[in-house]
């Protein structure tokens, strides 16, 4: 993070135990979040009126982590959240955790104190002001594809987590079988009108990943996959018309079968491992 953050941003208490507190300055200095919520390409790319549409249409994500909450017992953790927003998925988690977030848009970071919750501005492309192996959980749910360097912050989120620690990831899926037929029939680069108002040469998302290209992240950052959920979030061609007949079985074996063609997004839980790169960590 930034050394503005430790004069501009307030702190809660509840980062006391996991907050680094010593001054960072990021390596390249145009990578650096603005100090404003003003457009910079490369940096801050969304708003916070983006943030509460995203708010309103992002159920299937927030029902996701309510049942994963409960199959992995998350209770008495240290959850942190890279990318918050407005904290949405942080109050999913609020009751017995520990929740922390951190959050490049400083709007954004007003509007998720005024909930109650702990969130600070940071750059999510400099290394984060947190101790290491301090952290139980991590989500970071359509974050990666924000950032010019996403195996960085993969990296980083290592290193905060406990050994055995886990994180929940979540990028789109833009190349869906749906996608690429809008492609073929001639539909610009953002098939799936998650930014209508941009153009292609200024749309918010840097990276665009395939199932395979994110599993190959995951392990080149020194996680291991514990469960590939993309198959929860099915996007088929008129799906809404096979639902009504009956045939969700069938849309969620395909799924998870083929999730490049058939998932709207790779959502996967993995796990710090206790060697990367041949070296403890």
């Known amino acids: 993070m930034k050394d503005s953050h430790h004069n501009n941003s307030p702190r809660s208490e509840a980062f006391s135990s996991v907050f680094d507190g010593s001054p960072r300055v990021a390596a390249d200095q145009h990578h650096r979040m603005p100090e404003q919520d003003s457009h910079h390409p490369g940096q801050i790319n969304y708003s916070v009126d983006l943030l509460r549409r995203d708010e309103a249409e992002r159920r299937h994500i927030t029902d996701e982590l309510r049942l994963i909450r409960e199959e992995y017992g998350i209770n008495g953790c240290t959850l942190l959240e890279v990318g918050c927003g407005l904290g949405q998925n942080l109050e999913i988690f609020r009751t017995s955790n520990k929740v922390l977030g951190i959050e490049g848009l400083a709007s954004a970071v007003s509007e998720a104190c005024s909930r109650g919750l702990a969130v600070i501005k ?40 406990r050994v055995r620690g886990r994180a929940i990831l979540n990028v789109p899926n833009h190349f869906d079988l749906s996608g690429r037929l809008k492609l073929l029939m001639g539909h610009n680069l953002d098939v799936h009108k998650f930014f209508p108002e941009s153009d292609d040469w200024d749309n918010p998302h840097l990276r665009f990943f395939s199932h395979a290209g994110i599993k190959r992240m995951v392990a080149a950052s020194g996680f291991q996959l514990l469960h590939d959920r993309s198959g929860h979030f099915c996007s088929f061609p008129k799906r809404r018309l096979f639902e009504a007949a009956g045939l969700n079985p069938v849309l969620r074996y395909l799924a998870e079968k083929k999730p490049s063609l058939f998932a709207g997004g790779f959502f996967l839980i993995i796990e710090k491992t206790a060697v990367a790169n041949g070296s403890e960590r």
Do not use: A, F, Y
């Not at 301090?134 to 912050?153: K, M, T």
């Open 122 to 161: 940071g750059d999510l492309q400099s290394p984060l002001d947190i101790v290491s192996g301090s952290i139980d959980w991590l989500l970071c749910l359509d974050v990666l594809e924000h950032l010019e360097r996403p195996l960085s912050l993969m990296l980083e989120m290592r290193r905060v987590l």
